[in-house]
């Protein structure tokens, strides 16, 4: 028996594409960033290279770049690149990166489990796992802020246990409740797009390596944990960026100690805390260009991934 | 220790992790909330 001869069918019916067409479906979204970024960031550039009024000291922002004054960006400077500012940064990206590595520890594994390994509960389990998207991070951190009190039951709990004889109290600026709030806090943005990207990973590739007589692990190691590469680095970019301008974990866990002080605190001191919106307009703009060097590492990264994929 | 024993391949550990994990993130919200 014959089998039916395949048609191609050209879609485009021998006509060159109308890009234009399909081009004014970004419109949307161009406009939207236009109107709320690239907006924006010119103001604050505007704020940080403007003056302040000598006497009621709000800012008066310079929209002619022509007439830009970099004098408050360079004393700026000065203070992160080796004063008291460059600490903060520092102390920053170690709570980042050791949050960081605290959500590898946690989200990799569930993100595994409920892509590879759970098949009946695994609507259950996107379904636990989307939850925390539906309340919001300020509650979330308040949760905690009640949880850690003198009274609260991570006391109570441990003194029961035996753990503790006398209560502690965790709110009043160590290091390790700001780190365990920022995992507890991002975490779920960490999971979701690894998730995608190990649920994409053909069986196929890894059946392959089991028969060909790879262990378990050597298979996971070889075959996973390579193609999930991309996945990893999209969700580490994906928590890393938001936790490095956060500022209210550290001021809800710690009552903003300055022990814990991260580079948001500095913002939001500089721009509400204080009369001083040129200091921290600088300073947004030196976080900004901090994490753009970040943005465009993982821009190489991927395309280069991409390409070698393609080839 | 047989109850650790996985012969069949079942990911057990991972299953642990991850539902410890899903108590992690919602039982201080709903403690809080006295639900």
Same mark, same amino acid.
């Given at each position: 028996m014959n089998s039916p001869a395949v048609v191609q069918v050209d879609p485009t019916g021998g006509r060159p594409p109308r890009t234009?067409?399909? %081009?004014?479906?970004?419109?949307? @979204?161009? @406009?939207? +960033?236009? %109107? +709320?970024?690239?907006?924006?960031? $010119?103001?604050?550039?505007?704020v940080a290279f403007?003056?302040?009024?000598?006497?009621?000291?709000?800012?008066?922002?310079?929209?002619?770049?022509?007439a830009w004054n970099f004098s408050a960006m360079s004393s700026l400077l000065d203070r992160v690149l080796g004063g008291d500012l460059g600490k903060v940064f520092l102390r920053t990206f170690a709570f980042v990166f050791l949050a960081l590595v605290g959500c590898i520890a946690i989200g990799y594994p569930v993100a595994y489990f409920? %892509?590879?390994?759970?098949?009946?509960t695994r609507g259950v389990l996107l379904a636990l796992l989307v939850l925390p998207f539906w309340i919001s991070y300020l509650m979330r951190m308040l949760a905690w802020t009640n949880l850690l009190q003198q009274d609260g039951y991570v006391n109570r709990v441990l003194q029961w246990l035996q753990v503790m004889d006398a209560p502690r109290n965790w709110l009043d600026g160590d290091w390790p409740t700001v780190v365990i709030g920022l995992v507890y806090g991002y975490v779920p943005f960490f999971?979701?797009? +690894?998730?995608?990207?190990?649920?994409?990973?053909d069986g196929r590739l890894i059946e392959a390596g089991r028969d060909l007589g790879a262990s %378990?692990?050597?298979?996971?190691?070889?075959?996973?944990?390579?193609?999930?590469?991309? @996945?990893?680095?999209?969700?580490?970019?994906?928590?890393?960026?938001?936790?490095?301008?956060? $500022? $209210?974990?550290?001021? $809800? +866990?710690?009552?903003?100690s300055p022990r814990t002080e991260m580079v948001g605190n500095q913002i939001e001191y500089f721009l509400r805390g204080s009369s001083q919106p040129q200091t921290g307009a600088s300073l947004v703009l030196v976080l900004m260009a901090f994490l753009l060097v970040l943005m465009v590492y993982y821009l190489r990264t991927t395309l280069k991934a991409q390409r070698e994929s393609e080839r | 220790m047989s109850v650790l024993r996985n012969r069949?391949?079942?990911?057990?550990?991972?299953?642990?992790?991850?539902?410890?994990?899903?108590?992690?993130?919602?039982?201080?919200?709903?403690?809080?909330?006295?639900?």
């Open positions: 234009g067409a399909w %081009a004014a479906f970004a419109m949307p @979204g161009v @406009g939207w +960033l236009i %109107a +709320l970024f690239v907006v924006p960031v $010119y103001a604050v550039m505007a403007g003056s302040v009024d000598p006497i009621l000291r709000t800012p008066q922002p310079a929209w002619n770049p022509l409920v %892509a590879r390994k759970a098949s009946r999971i979701l797009p +690894l998730y995608s990207a190990l649920e994409r990973i %378990a692990l050597r298979t996971f190691l070889r075959i996973t944990l390579p193609l999930s590469i991309p @996945g990893l680095m999209a969700a580490s970019v994906i928590t890393i960026l938001p936790m490095c301008g956060d $500022y $209210y974990t550290n001021s $809800y +866990l710690t009552s903003g | 069949h391949g079942r990911a057990r550990w991972l299953a642990l992790v991850t539902w410890l994990y899903v108590l992690w993130s919602l039982v201080p919200v709903l403690v809080a909330v006295r639900i």
